[in-house]
């Protein structure tokens, strides 16, 4: 019922055709490997998948595959930071450009629309913000101009969300966060159309960023427990953003499960569950909210996000710390910002935690 970690670099040749299907570690395609590409794709309702040594690893592979020297790609402003770097400082020595526009605005895309364009990017819900943009529109737009469309939906998990469904063409994962849960693996998923990931995972066995078999194990034993999880992070984020919201000490929480957020109706057409993340402001500013994790005592403060523990950062301070002040304004990330990946402790300890930090 538990599948065995194949720790081999290699296996007994079988009169394999060509290089990609050797059994090599490197070239993805161990047992322990096979086993997690199958339940990847099934959870996504995709044709295929493929795991990486990390999210970057999926990220960067997969815009690398379809975004050849002389090539475009159309992005949403606000990404992870990881992922906006690579776009804007890795892929142009490649060759390619890239346009940030504002995915809530369809109309933003047409005017960046140009004949080398290939992608368009966007995530499921952003972070620290936990903005939903309009990833119908998206899709849609992908596919009346021939884009590959790629969504990256840690935050959502295919619990919540199913990119796939809405017409995506590829998903993009940081299974570290949410897939594998359990906060002691670095590991990315890439899932889509068979002829999608077979190009990006020729790609990949170049690049050599397969995964360990034994992450390989441990992700595929987290997969076993992430709607049980994900089903109690939803319920237990909306407890504790609630609570956030009523207390005085409070300025404002980012939450698309709340009615205040500005896209709250969106985001329930969307996802069966608003997900694990949330931040907020503390009056005070941001030395009222340095305070604030001082006294938490439940709550880590750590960067990451998805596991048991609740984790909080400040992303001024770690996640967007790359950002110039000016460009952080214009995302709407406060310096007082707080970042909470809710986990699964009891919401009543977790609230009563937070309630008297503030
Ligand atoms: C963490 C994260 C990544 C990067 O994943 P790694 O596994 O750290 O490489 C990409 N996208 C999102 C939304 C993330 O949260």
Known sequence: MSLPIFQSSTFEYAGEAGYHDVRYLRLSNSPNHEALHAKLAALEGGEAALVTASGMAAISA??????????????????????RTFLTQELPRMGAEVTFVDADDPFAWKPALRPATRAIYVEAMTNPLLEVVDLEAAAAFARAHDLVSMIDATLATPVNYRPIEAGFDLVLHSATKYLNGHTDIVAGAVIGRAAHVERIKHLLDHLGGSLDPHACFLLHRGLKTLALRLRRQNESAFALASALERHPAVAKVNYAGLESH??????????????????FEPRGG?????????????????????????????????????????????LGISDALVR???????????????????
């Open 286 to 330: 941001p030395a009222a909210a340095e305070a604030l994790m001082k006294r938490l005592e439940l709550a880590v403060v750590a960067p990451s996000l998805g596991g048991p523990e609740t984790l909080v950062t400040r992303p001024v301070t770690t996640s967007h710390r790359g950002l110039t002040p000016e460009e952080r304004r214009e």
């Open 262 to 279: 500005p896209r709250h109706a969106r985001a329930r057409r969307y996802f069966a569950g608003t997900g694990g993340l949330l931040s």
């Open 340 to 358: 909470v990946s809710v986990g699964l402790e009891a919401a009543e300890d977790l609230i009563a935690d937070f309630a008297k930090a503030l």
């Open 62 to 83: 997969s815009l690398i595959a379809f975004l050849p020297a002389g090539s475009h790609v159309i992005a949403h402003r606000s990404l992870y930071g990881g992922t």
